[in-house]
């Protein structure tokens, strides 16, 4: 399917993206979109963002272990970073 349409970019670098092309794309207010620039031109792709944790399971299986050793636990990664932090 091919369909065409134009935006003017702002002096800020925004370009508003016209109604029947988020209507197509499904884009609702908020969402987040990709740019991929080709040879061909940009490509514009609705995306989502995850938050990934920082560390694996494994890897904060392990630091559990040191923790336990020392005997201080930790009960979330973020308290663990701030003692890091506090060193």
Do not use: N
Not at 9 to 21: D, Y
Not at 55 to 72: F, T
Not at 79 to 86: F, L, W
Request: charged residues 35%; positive net charge.
């Amino acid at each position: 399917m091919a369909y065409t349409e134009t935006a003017k970019v702002t002096s800020k670098g925004q370009v508003t993206i016209p109604s029947p092309i988020r209507d197509i794309l499904k884009l609702e207010p908020g969402a987040t979109v990709m740019f991929k620039v080709t040879e061909e031109g940009v490509i514009l792709t609705p995306c989502e963002i995850k938050e990934k944790p920082a560390y694996s399971a494994k890897e904060w299986k392990k630091i559990e272990k040191l923790v336990a050793e020392k005997g201080k636990v930790y009960k979330t990664p973020d308290d663990a970073k701030k003692h890091i932090k506090s060193l």
